[in-house]
Every structure is written in structure tokens, then in C-alpha cells.
């Protein structure tokens, strides 16, 4: 972030242009991380960042526009993580799929902000298609996995991969929820998060004759 001053006594800190839509973002990010995604106002998410009240309406007509921003951003790194940690699925579809039930945790743990904005803001996804957009790639990624996963159990036991993918993710987001966030949320358990989770899909693929 790049600051400058005004010449002249009593003259405020102001941003080199086109900087203020990154200096709310990474505000937001920091009152999320201390209050969580409900608990700031879009004034004081412009203190947090140095500005007048007016100057986020630049780039935000509303706190719920600037929350929207924050999670398109971190659904778009989270997918990005997955699809690295998936890598086609390399060297086997196994290997991989355990990478990216770490990769999902270990998002959680390093980005909780990020986290909680993209899960925990209860904003409406038809009012903002381009977080969903984002959504739905990572989304996909998890399914892309499950579909190469489910082709090597048995022809009989194969479920659909969308219902596959929901219960990955149902297991991966609660255990991060629970267990991996790397904020006050976080529990404390026996093990690590990945080996829970881990012992749960060898579980339930083992339920569909994938050992």
C-alpha cells in the first residue's frame, strides 16, 4: 500500500491514486478478523483505512458491496489453492484428493478473514453473481475431484458425483469450521484437523467399497 502526504501543516495521509478500493479491502479483512463479518460499519471500516465516511462509496455503494468484494477475492484464491492442490489428480486420484482436503483446511487456518467472509456473511449470491461465480469454480474443483475418485471404485457403488462432492465438502467445511480456523473459533482436538479428516473420507470411502 503506497501512503504520501500533503505539503502544508495539518494536512491529512491520503492514497497515491487508485489505491483506496485496496486499502478498504484490507481493512475490512482487519475488522473481520477482530469482530467478524457482522460486527463493523462501513464508517468504520473507511477509519480503519484513513478516509472520510463519503470516500468508500467511490467503489462501494454499501458495507454489503465492500463484504462481497472480500469474499469474491478469497473464493478466488481458495480456488486457485484447491486446483493446485488437485493437480489433475496427479500421481493417483487418491493421493490428490487427500492434498486437497488439506488445501481446503489449511485455507481456513491461514485466511480466516477470508473465510468468514466468504461463508459467514449471509449475503444473497443472486444479489452478487460474481461471488457465486467464484464460488461455483471452487466448487467444481471438489466435484472434478470426487468424479475421478468415483471412477475407481467398484461400477456398483459409484454414487452421483454432485451428492459425493456435497458430503466432501460438508465433512471438509465442518471440520475447518470447528477445528482449522486459525482465529478465537478454533477447538481443540487430539489430532490434527488433516488427519481428521483424512481418517473421515478413508470412512466413508471405505462405506462405498474403496479401499
Known amino acids: ?37 457482522a460486527g463493523f460499519t462501513f464508517a468504520e471500516a473507511a477509519r480503519a483505512a484513513g478516509v472520510s465516511p463519503a470516500a468508500p462509496y467511490r467503489h462501494f455503494r454499501d458495507r454489503d ?29 487418491r493421493e490428490a484428493f487427500d492434498r486437497l482436503g488439506a488445501a481446503y483446511l489449511a485455507f481456513a487456518g491461514s485466511e480466516p478473514a477470508y473465510f468468514s467472509a466468504m461463508f459467514e456473511t449471509g449475503l444473497s449470491l443472486s444479489d452478487y453473481p460474481e461471488v457465486r461465480a467464484e464460488g461455483d469454480r471452487a466448487f467444481a474443483v471438489l466435484r472434478e475431484a470426487c468424479e475421478a475418485v468415483i471412477a475407481t471404485l467398484p461400477k456398483d457403488r459409484r454414487p452421483p458425483p454432485l451428492m459425493m462432492a456435497l458430503h466432501i465438502w460438508s ?41
Open 1 to 37: 500500500m503506497t501512503w504520501h502526504k500533503d505539503s502544508g501543516p495539518g494536512t491529512r495521509r491520503g492514497y497515491h491514486h487508485g489505491n483506496l478500493r485496496e486499502a478498504l479491502i484490507e481493512a475490512a479483512l482487519g475488522l473481520i478478523r477482530e469482530k467478524g463479518p
Open 171 to 211: 465433512l471438509a467445511h465442518g471440520i475447518a469450521a470447528l477445528f482449522a480456523r486459525g482465529d478465537r473459533a478454533r477447538r481443540a482436538i487430539p489430532m490434527r484437523p488433516e488427519e481428521l479428516l483424512e481418517a473421515a473420507v478413508l470412512i466413508y470411502l471405505d462405506g462405498l467399497g474403496g479401499r
Open 65 to 93: 458491496a465492500l463484504l462481497a468484494d472480500v469474499a469474491r477475492r478469497g473464493f478466488e484464491a481458495f480456488a486457485l489453492a484447491l486446483a493446485r492442490a488437485w493437480d489433475g489428480g496427479r500421481p493417483s486420484a
